[in-house]
């Protein structure tokens, strides 16, 4: 089957950077993927990564290790509006998709 | 926003009774996705299709069926709702891109209540 973990909540103030990391367990690996979806929102893409290394898309930044299973986002300069939940997802066996359980960012002043 | 929309936005509905969900998009998309999302689950793949007429069954199918007669309409049938399905659904679509990207596109989201 799949699986994905990755925290649950993460605090951080105005300004800083967070990482969220996401590790996985699949068959049939074609790349990892992050969302971010705010409360009542539907999720919205962020990036995307097939390759080991890094993606970088003005503030964020991901990374993948496939030898790893392992991925972070990284979003630097946080602002107000980042606070929102963040979404790993799996694409495995060619267009599947599969989510981790998301981590809730709170950005504090 | 990738043109998609779903039907209803909300519903109430009674245990047993049968409850279908419309997704609807508008530029020929050849994948179509159905997830629920619960708190502390994230979003779980219902069911997907690849075409017309070409479904598959996701990581939580039980109690779910799906039909794509033509391209532009998925559609998610509950056949006797249970409490258990309660839940936000969201259809979505899959678009590629460079370098093997695969980008998923979501609908407004379904909010479904089963009493």
């Known amino acids: 089957g799949q699986s994905l973990e990755q925290p649950s909540e993460v605090t951080a103030v105005e300004g800083a950077i967070v990482q969220i990391n996401c590790t996985y367990q699949?068959?049939?690996?074609?790349?990892l993927s992050w969302y971010q979806q705010h409360d009542g929102g539907a999720p919205t893409f962020l990036s995307y990564?097939?390759?080991?290394g890094l993606e970088e898309t003005g503030r964020f930044s991901s990374f993948l290790s496939r030898s790893d299973s392992y991925g972070y986002l990284l979003l630097q300069e946080l602002q107000m509006k980042d606070s929102a939940s963040y979404f790993c997802?799996?694409?495995?066996?060619?267009?599947?998709?599969?989510f981790g359980s998301g981590t809730k960012l709170n950005v504090k002043p | 926003d990738a043109g998609i929309t779903q039907s209803p936005r909300h519903k109430v509905t009674e245990t047993g009774t049968p409850v279908t969900l419309r997704c609807h998009q508008t530029?020929?998309?050849?994948?179509m996705y159905w997830y629920r999302q619960d708190p502390g689950h994230g979003l779980r793949l219902i069911h997907y299709?690849?075409?017309?007429?070409?479904?598959d069954k996701g990581e939580v199918s039980d109690g779910y069926s799906v039909s794509r007669s033509k391209t532009e309409d998925f559609l998610l049938t509950l056949e006797s709702a249970t409490s258990s399905q309660t839940s936000v659904y969201f259809c979505?679509?899959?678009?590629?891109?460079?370098?093997?990207?695969?980008?998923?596109?979501f609908g407004p989201g379904t909010r479904l209540l089963v009493l």
């Open positions: 979505a679509i899959s678009l590629p891109g460079t370098r093997g990207q695969e980008t998923q596109y």
């Open positions: 699949t068959s049939g690996f074609y790349g």
């Open positions: 990564n097939a390759l080991d």
């Open positions: 997802a799996v694409r495995a066996n060619f267009n599947k998709f599969y």
């Open positions: 530029e020929n998309h050849r994948y």
């Open positions: 299709s690849y075409g017309v007429k070409d479904t």
